[in-house]
């Protein structure tokens, strides 16, 4: 009776004929305990109870058999308690291979992957036999390199051709190495089972081939294997990861489209185009919110927190109505995403007043949002005052704090911080140092700046990051460190607009003019389109080194072939090149020409281009009016 009620999920008739049963001063037998630990709804305040009773008869701790402790420690697996089961682990006299691989994997499971192959380990020096769960515990991990060696262990077995092994090869693969070496491997297992294509669509649905994974659940079911509750899930996740896809490229209409075709459509899914459009800056999520809504998804405070980014005052107050009547007005995530929309909006009084809500819990993070405007502002006697109030400052407080002193002047200080940073264990991360090395670049400190690097580089800092990279090339382009830009410049795997108008501005300001403007159309080849500010760069190279020609190209090509209107820098730049250079008529046409007055600065190239030439008097243009 008590396995039948246990098996059917009808725990508390179970427990009462348990119960009865010892008060009827009959003994349970391992049989009974491991019906009632078998029951998928059986509560650890329960099982713990069994434990104490199990410890007290010796049907733990005692015999030679390992049934019933292997019982209660898959139980304690279910629900995710890793001490409990440990404990009745390391109690047990008696341990099958089972027992092992039950813990093998509960640890693989919960995310403790050393001690997995701890476990592993001990398990073979014991001598046993390892078994195809062994090795698809120990796969369950998330260390490559373990993972590795794991692998060649079932190799050197012959194991390699038993599919669950293979297929635990395929997931751990997916998690440690990518999709290309998951799909490789899946490749090589024999006699592919329902879980193997599971494996596989579910590794490339949610790693960077969602499209593919679509294509191996249509081969799936080509192969004549009927998708079940699991591949339907991982398809509607490799839907969604496409609608995330297409959105992250800003081709909204083919993430709205395949959004569109997904017949089942899940919180993921409505959450990848809301962020897309958010993106954006368009209005259209908060409608697409709205449908949502009516359509009964629940938004959660990822959703909330996609749409509010981007909204506008109006939209924004009708969203935040929405949060307090859903519920998420107190969600950090969600409350912080509020006061950044209004801060960005200008309403810095609805901001704080979110801040200051006693009945919102304070947290570093809502801080941080309000030091943050503080700091865009310039109120960074506020940003300071704030900064001694945060109880556990974490490092974007830091790096609020140290962007303050940079933006405000106070240089010294902002490495002083810096240092005290370091002293309280905060890791920096490439916010901070971009911050240091702008003051840097500010000082035209070359040694502080070579001394910043160095220390990044024994922190081993991500070389990947375009901002850091694009700083550092900057700062030592304007300390006269052309061979250190030049070399981080080519060091770098990926490089944007930026990157190259870092390195055009150092070639320029170090003497290197010409090389500026090859460089230049160097990027123009390989299809980076230039930017206001690269044309800023490669024309002041033209200026300083008298290239009117090339400059009074690069200067007309702003207009006609990338549609920049040139601003009042880029007309300085060319009327003092054309004035210092003899081409006083055409200065004078092109400054007759602007589109707005002219500056001060315009006015006095023009003035000294015309007294080196003494022609002041043949030129047509109303000197007189500067």
Request: glycine fraction near 8%; hydrophobic fraction near 40%; charge should be negative.
């Amino acid at each position: 009776m008590i396995g039948a009620y246990c098996h059917d999920g009808n725990v508390d008739e179970g427990w009462r004929f348990f119960n009865q049963m010892r008060g009827c001063g009959l003994v349970p037998t391992q049989f009974t305990y491991g019906s009632v630990f078998t029951c998928e709804v059986l509560d650890v305040e329960r099982a713990l109870c069994l434990q104490g009773v199990c410890v007290k008869s010796g049907m733990l701790c005692g015999g030679d058999d390992a049934y019933v402790g292997t019982a209660l420690l898959g139980l304690f697996g279910r629900r995710g308690c890793v001490n409990e089961a440990l404990w009745v682990f390391e109690e047990m006299c008696c341990k099958s291979v089972v027992t092992w691989n039950a813990m093998i994997s509960l640890f693989g499971r919960e995310g403790f992957g050393y001690e997995c192959i701890l476990m592993f380990c001990r398990l073979m020096r014991t001598g046993m036999r390892l078994s195809e769960g062994s090795f698809v515990g120990v796969l369950s991990g998330e260390d490559l390199e373990s993972g590795e060696q794991v692998h060649g262990l079932v190799v050197k077995l012959g194991l390699v051709c038993k599919v669950a092994v293979a297929n635990s090869l395929v997931s751990m693969y997916g998690k440690c190495a990518g999709t290309r070496v998951a799909e490789k491997m899946f490749k090589m297992v024999p006699n592919r089972d329902l879980v193997s294509w599971n494996t596989i669509i579910g590794v490339l649905a949610k790693g960077d081939e969602p499209v593919k994974g679509l294509e191996f659940f249509c081969r799936m079911c080509i192969d004549g294997f009927l998708p079940n509750h699991t591949t339907i899930l991982s398809a509607i996740t490799a839907c969604s990861s496409l609608v995330n896809l297409y959105a992250k490229c800003e081709k909204l209409d083919c993430a709205h489209h395949c959004f569109d075709e997904i017949l089942d459509k899940n919180l993921i899914s409505w959450n990848a185009l809301l962020l897309g459009y958010s993106n954006r800056g368009c209005s259209t999520s908060v409608s697409l919110l709205r449908e949502m809504i009516q359509l009964g998804v629940s938004p959660n405070e990822f959703s909330f927190s996609s749409v509010i980014k981007s909204l506008l005052a109006l939209e924004l107050m009708e969203v935040h109505s929405l949060v307090i009547k859903m519920g998420y007005h107190s969600n950090e995530y969600v409350s912080s995403a509020l006061m950044t929309s209004y801060a960005k909006n200008g309403l810095t009084a609805d901001a704080l007043s979110i801040f200051n809500d006693d009945k919102l819990p304070h947290s570093v993070i809502h801080s941080n949002v309000i030091a943050g405007m503080y700091n865009r502002s310039g109120q960074y006697h506020k940003t300071q005052e704030l900064f001694c109030e945060v109880g556990d400052p974490d490092t974007v407080s830091w790096n609020i704090l140290i962007a303050a002193c940079s933006r405000n002047g106070d240089f010294k200080e902002a490495f002083e911080l810096f240092h005290h940073m370091q002293m309280d264990r905060i890791t920096p991360d490439n916010y901070t140092y971009v911050s240091l090395l702008s003051i840097c670049t500010k000082l035209c400190n070359l040694v502080l700046g070579s001394s910043l690097h160095g220390l990044m580089m024994k922190a081993n800092f991500n070389r990947s990051d375009l901002m850091v990279c694009n700083i550092m090339i900057d700062m030592y382009g304007k300390c006269g460190s052309l061979w250190n830009a030049a070399t981080i410049f080519d060091e770098m795997i990926e490089k944007n607009v930026v990157s190259w108008t870092a390195l055009v501005s150092a070639l320029g300001l170090n003497g290197y003019e010409q090389e500026a403007v090859e460089r230049f159309k160097q990027m123009e080849m390989i299809g980076i389109e230039p930017d206001n500010i690269a044309f800023i760069a490669v024309l002041s190279a033209c200026r300083h080194a008298g290239l009117v020609n090339e400059g009074m190209e690069l200067f007309e090509k702003m207009r006609e072939k990338y549609g920049i209107e040139p601003q009042m820098e880029h007309y300085l730049l060319v009327v003092d090149l054309m004035s210092r250079y003899g081409h006083l008529k055409e200065a004078e046409l092109l400054i007759s020409g602007m589109p707005f007055p002219p500056n001060a600065g315009i006015w006095r190239s023009f003035l000294d281009g015309c007294n080196r030439q003494r022609t002041i008097e043949d030129l047509s243009l109303p000197i007189q009016a500067c």
